[in-house]
């Protein structure tokens, strides 16, 4: 690839990583507020909380604490495809066997 393509792939991947992470915040907000614990300070810090993280050819998703929300591929690896997202097992490695979605699909 040129560097041009290189430029634009990265900036689909970007923007689809960000959509995803409004994504993640927009659920937990509507988790708090329809339980009726309506904490504000919760949800700013949570929001302000989430981030990215680089892990290899996995992307780490962060939140509150550094704990692992979920892990994105950056890149194809073997079978599984780029963008794809993974969940965390129960050591807090990621789920690569069962991909929960892909952040180049999301609307």
Known sequence: MNKATDKRVDLEMRTSIDRYLEHIKKIFKDS???????????????????HISQRGDLMTIATIKN?????????????????????????????LGSPVGNVLNML
Not at 34 to 46: A, H, K, L, M, Y
Not at 68 to 95: C, E, M, Q, V
Request: proline residues 2%; aromatic residues 14%; charged residues 20%.
């Open 32 to 50: 708090v507020y329809s339980t009726g614990s309506w904490d504000d300070n919760s949800v700013n810090e949570f929001c302000q909380a989430v």
């Open 67 to 95: 704990k692992t929300h979920s892990y994105i591929a950056i890149k194809d690896i073997n079978k599984l495809k780029r963008g794809s997202i993974f969940g965390k097992t129960w050591f807090g490695n990621p789920a």
